[in-house]
């Protein structure tokens, strides 16, 4: 949420910057801004995407260093005054900022009692007069100055700050927002995302919470909180700018759907053995014994992870015969929760930043319960605070609509539940084996659905009208109808709503009508029956059925009024091939819409504040 990048070097900081914010964009895009060192401070904001900003920039300036953001509003409407970078009365002082100030309130009283104005509406403006308030008192080192203003806040924050007198540095903290440092060659950078450095280093130093660094372009200073000097490890990034960039593709987000069938098979390269019947996952393997004798596993997460977990709850239910909980995360942390030691926490998060899963982990792991992670951005908060974890490796996922993370999810979950089931002997090896070998043909199975995802158009074309669509699913299916209904109605404004089948007769049914698209997915599974019944009822109240069916389910097919099948595979494995036409649906009816499907309006790729 927001993006943050800084650059001091020896190339053009508006270029860099530029760049990195434009790779950064999807983390927020209602309004940009940059600041640069060009003998006195320069900034240059606005409402509005990184092109405006990129329109309003002098070319013949050439600053080499300075900061700029791109943000996703949480006080005060994106206009221009409240974009950031923030200025101090002096305009000595800027800064970009992600996360939240939570006592701006009554540090802006103070501030105005001594007689500071402020101009916008954001909690940013604050902290700028804040660090402006102590170098005016005397404490004259910005460093210092930075470091007690930093001491009066309360909430979140990764920052970059830069002061007109001290244009060799730039001031870098973190509590609570993801930040690190790309370290180049006479270059630094700061960034609140790896992708925004990966053009000009793969060294990058993750800044942890408390910590501040004081960067320069050729060296770089962390400090802990109590202002000891650290020694941080540098990562080397495994990002290629391939990944990074759309290939041809209009938008991300198709991108990374039709990248499903090498994404599951990154993620299952190395783990399964469907020769052998096995699952190798290293990243748990030390915790099997804890994980085996856990009371009941609660998993949490939010939006799409969130969906990914429910299919996780009856994998684990079905296959490991353990008692599950998903808990939304941001229910879970002001709840109370009864968890404590002989419980396992799993985490699931793409971004691995997510401030809710975050607070979650920490809770039940401050409780005693073992934390695990399922996590795609290697590095991450979440995948450095969890006890032991497994990379769901679906490489960047840049489209704010997550699709290649579900299904990756999805399977790790898969297999954490064949390689718990087997070391609890809760399945039988054939059943286990044939799990496995079907896993494998996944990446196949998926490229088939993707290669005649052209038949989906004209259905996507027939309602785009709508105004409301229904999703239904049973057992496994239902957790791929909330997903359905969640990429439909985030990137193309659509109200939609996921149910469980059956649940449709205890209210939603009033719903229907001969204008009420109704999406059923459809296996051939023990539920099938009751889904055909279930579809008879919509069909009774003119409903109009779009059904994803798998192969030869022809009582669905003709019952509905358009069908998309999927090749068969195990019935716990069928959400990785049914949800793809769904991405799909979603993705074309958003583009007839006009809709920008990277950068739906009001989201925000890593929701980093509460
Ligand atoms: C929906 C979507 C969001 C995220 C949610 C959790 O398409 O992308 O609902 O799934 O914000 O994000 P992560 O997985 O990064 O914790």
């Known amino acids: 949420m927001c993006g943050i990048v800084g650059y001091i070097g020896d190339k053009k900081a508006s270029d860099v910057i530029?760049?990195?914010?434009?790779?950064?964009?999807?983390?927020?895009?209602?309004?940009?801004?940059?600041?640069?060192?060009?003998?006195?401070?320069?900034?240059?904001?606005?409402?509005?995407?990184?092109?405006?900003?990129?329109?309003?920039?002098d070319p013949n300036e050439n600053a080499t260093a300075g900061i700029g953001h791109t943000r996703w509003a949480t006080h005060g409407e994106p206009n221009d005054v409240n974009s950031h970078p923030h200025?101090?009365?002096?305009?000595?002082?800027?800064?970009?900022?992600?996360?939240?100030?939570?006592?701006?309130?009554?540090?802006?009283?103070?501030?105005?009692?001594?007689?500071?104005?402020?101009?916008?509406?954001?909690?940013?403006?604050?902290?700028?007069?804040?660090?402006?308030?102590?170098?005016?008192n005397g404490e004259n080192e910005f460093k210092k100055a930075v470091q007690l203003a930093l001491a009066q806040v309360e909430g979140t924050y990764g920052l970059a700050i830069i002061h007109a007198d001290h244009p060799d540095i730039i001031i870098a903290a973190r509590k609570g927002s993801p930040l690190l440092i790309g370290v180049g060659k006479n270059e630094m950078l700061v960034a609140s995302d790896a992708s925004a450095v990966a053009e000009y280093t793969d060294q990058v130093v993750y800044l942890e919470d408390g910590e501040l660094a004081v960067i320069e372009r050729d060296n770089y200073n962390v400090e802990s909180s109590d202002s000891t000097s650290l020694i941080k490890e540098v990562h080397e990034l495994a990002m290629s700018l391939d990944e990074i960039e759309k290939g041809g593709y209009?938008?991300?987000?198709?991108?990374?759907?039709?990248?499903?069938?090498?994404?599951?098979?990154?993620?299952?390269?190395?783990?399964?053995?469907?020769?052998?019947?096995?699952?190798?996952?290293?990243?748990?393997?030390?915790?099997?014994?804890?994980?085996?004798?856990?009371?009941?596993?609660?998993?949490?997460?939010?939006?799409?992870?969130?969906?990914?977990?429910?299919?996780?709850?009856?994998?684990?239910?079905?296959?490991?015969?353990?008692?599950?909980?998903?808990?939304?995360?941001?229910?879970?942390?002001?709840?109370?929760?009864?968890?404590?030691?002989?419980?396992?926490?799993?985490?699931?998060?793409?971004?691995?930043?997510?401030?809710?899963?975050?607070?979650?982990?920490?809770?039940?792991?401050?409780?005693?319960?073992?934390?695990?992670?399922?996590?795609?951005?290697?590095?991450?908060?979440?995948?450095?605070?969890?006890?032991?974890?497994?990379?769901?490796?679906?490489?960047?996922?840049?489209?704010?609509?997550?699709?290649?993370?579900?299904?990756?999810?999805?399977?790790?979950?898969?297999?954490?539940?064949?390689?718990?089931?087997?070391?609890?002997?809760?399945?039988?090896?054939?059943?286990?084996?044939?799990?496995?070998?079907?896993?494998?043909?996944?990446?196949?199975?998926?490229?088939?659905?993707?290669?005649?995802?052209?038949?989906?158009?004209?259905?996507?074309?027939?309602?785009?009208?709508?105004?409301?669509?229904?999703?239904?699913?049973?057992?496994?299916?239902?957790?791929?109808?909330?997903?359905?209904?969640?990429?439909?109605?985030?990137?193309?404004?659509?109200?939609?709503?996921?149910?469980?089948?059956?649940?449709m007769k205890h209210g939603p049914i009033a719903l229907i009508d001969d204008m009420m698209p109704v999406v059923v997915i459809a296996g051939t599974n023990h539920t099938n029956d009751k889904m055909v019944s279930n579809i008879e009822e919509v069909r009774a109240r003119k409903g109009r059925i779009i059904a994803i069916v798998t192969e030869g389910n022809a009582e669905v097919e003709d019952l509905s009024e358009f069908s998309f099948s999927v090749p068969d595979t195990e019935d716990e494995l069928s959400p990785l091939l049914t949800v793809i036409p769904l991405q799909i649906l979603s993705y074309n009816i958003a583009v007839n819409r006009g809709c920008d499907v990277d950068q739906p309006r009001n989201l925000a790729k890593s929701v980093t504040v509460e």
């Open 18 to 57: 530029i760049k990195g914010l434009k790779r950064l964009e999807y983390r927020g895009y209602d309004s940009a801004g940059i600041a640069y060192q060009n003998g006195e401070l320069q900034v240059k904001k606005g409402k509005g995407k990184v092109a405006k900003l990129e329109a309003m920039l």
């Open 87 to 136: 200025t101090s009365t002096s305009q000595k002082i800027a800064l970009v900022h992600n996360g939240i100030i939570e006592n701006y309130g009554s540090l802006k009283k103070v501030l105005q009692n001594k007689g500071y104005e402020f101009y916008s509406e954001t909690d940013t403006e604050v902290l700028a007069k804040l660090i402006e308030s102590f170098l005016e």
């Open 250 to 503: 209009p938008y991300f987000m198709l991108k990374e759907i039709f990248e499903q069938p090498k994404a599951i098979a990154d993620c299952l390269r190395g783990r399964i053995d469907p020769e052998k019947g096995t699952v190798t996952l290293g990243g748990i393997a030390d915790v099997m014994e804890k994980l085996a004798g856990a009371k009941r596993l609660v998993i949490a997460a939010c939006g799409t992870s969130w969906h990914s977990g429910i299919v996780g709850e009856y994998l684990f239910e079905s296959l490991v015969k353990i008692p599950v909980e998903v808990e939304y995360a941001s229910e879970l942390r002001y709840k109370e929760p009864l968890i404590g030691e002989g419980d396992v926490m799993i985490v699931i998060s793409q971004s691995g930043e997510t401030a809710d899963t975050l607070a979650a982990l920490r809770q039940a792991k401050e409780n005693g319960a073992l934390v695990l992670g399922v996590v795609n951005v290697v590095g991450s908060s979440i995948a450095r605070e969890t006890d032991a974890g497994v990379y769901i490796h679906a490489g960047p996922e840049i489209g704010v609509a997550s699709t290649k993370a579900f299904t990756a999810q999805v399977t790790v979950l898969t297999l954490i539940a064949i390689m718990l089931a087997q070391y609890k002997k809760s399945i039988s090896d054939e059943k286990a084996k044939k799990l496995i070998s079907e896993l494998a043909l996944i990446p196949e199975k998926m490229q088939q659905v993707l290669d005649k995802s052209e038949n989906l158009r004209e259905v996507s074309n027939l309602f785009s009208y709508a105004p409301n669509f229904l999703y239904l699913g049973r057992s496994v299916s239902f957790p791929v109808a909330l997903e359905g209904a969640l990429k439909l109605k985030e990137i193309s404004y659509i109200h939609a709503e996921g149910y469980p089948a059956a649940e």
